[in-house]
Nanobody, 124 residues
Framework: QLQLVESGGGLVQPGGSLRLSCATS????????IGWFRQAPGKEREGVSC????????TYADSVKGRFTISKDNAKNTVYLQMNSLKTEDTAMYYC?????????????????WGQGTQVTVSS
């Protein structure tokens, strides 16, 4: 059974940092690409970043480029999202999702399995 469990969210001031973790089980990161998505109240779900199964290539939404970094540790079956220079508009529930494909896609419909999410709130 595929499982994804997010952690690391919380309350942080603007300009601060958080590192989200997506602990996975039941499958190999060698075969699944992992995406991070977020959804704020009243807004549509947005693709934030993705790391591919093959080669570990990464993609980012324009809104987070230069501030967020995605990485993975295959041995620990965990994907990370380092978020720096956080802004109030980054406030959202953040989800990780798995796609049985070597390469990433930017839309949520391409992902079959999702975690429960972790809340990130950026506020002074």
């Amino acid at each position: 059974q595929l499982q994804l469990v997010e952690s690391g969210g919380g309350l942080v001031q603007p300009g601060g940092s958080l590192r989200l973790s997506c602990a996975t089980s039941g499958f190999s990161l060698d075969h699944y690409s992992i995406g991070w998505f977020r959804q704020a109240p009243g807004k549509e779900r947005e693709g934030v970043s993705c790391i591919s199964a093959r080669g570990g290539s990464t993609t980012y939404a324009d809104s987070v480029k230069g501030r967020f970094t995605i990485s993975k540790d295959n041995a620990k079956n965990t994907v990370y999202l380092q978020m720096n220079s956080l802004k109030t508009e980054d406030t959202a529930m953040y989800y990780c999702a798995a796609r049985l494909h070597y390469y990433c896609e930017g839309y949520g419909g391409a992902y079959n399995d999702w975690g429960q999410g972790t809340q990130v709130t950026v506020s002074s």
